[in-house]
């Protein structure tokens, strides 16, 4: 049976400043819970998650959004990727309408991936959107 390992990524948005400003620049910051295998930029706007392949483990990327001021609204809206290599989900919690989405790796990417997610902030119709990078070994 494959292992699989599971990389959260989770996306804090201070909404009040993306509101104000209309903008995510200095109002977006950015983890992951893969530091220790190389992954950096946490705490910022571009955050690169460092994946190492091993042929007996499979790995899935999970997305959360956090915003910084309680009962503020913000959820990810889309996460594009490309299918030759991640197969991406939108997901519920069991029970909620709280939305996290999944990437799950269909073949190994030969040195770097970039994705798009896009968010909705408040009761906007705009997305804002901003790309990430995988760096895959």
């Not at 950096?40 to 690169?48: I, N, Q």
């Not at 190492?52 to 889309?78: A, G, K, R």
């Not at 968010?119 to 119709?125: A, M, T």
Request: with cysteine; charged share 25%.
């Amino acid at each position: 049976m494959e292992k699989r390992k599971i990389i959260t990524i989770m996306v804090m948005v201070d909404v009040v400043g993306v509101l104000s400003n209309d903008s995510l620049e200095k109002n977006l910051y950015l983890y992951d819970n893969n530091k220790a295998n190389g992954s950096f930029g946490h705490g910022t706007e571009k955050l690169t998650t460092r994946l190492i392949f091993n042929p007996d483990e499979e790995i899935m990327l999970l997305w959360n959004v956090l915003p910084i001021e309680p009962e503020t609204f913000v959820h990810i809206s889309q996460v594009v990727a490309d299918k030759k290599y991640l197969k991406i989900e939108q997901n519920n919690y069991k029970e909620s309408d709280i939305i996290y989405w999944t990437g799950t790796f269909i073949r190994k990417p030969v040195k770097q991936l970039s994705y798009k997610l896009s968010i909705r902030v408040g009761n906007r119709e705009t997305e804002f959107s901003f790309h990430l990078d995988l760096v895959c070994e």
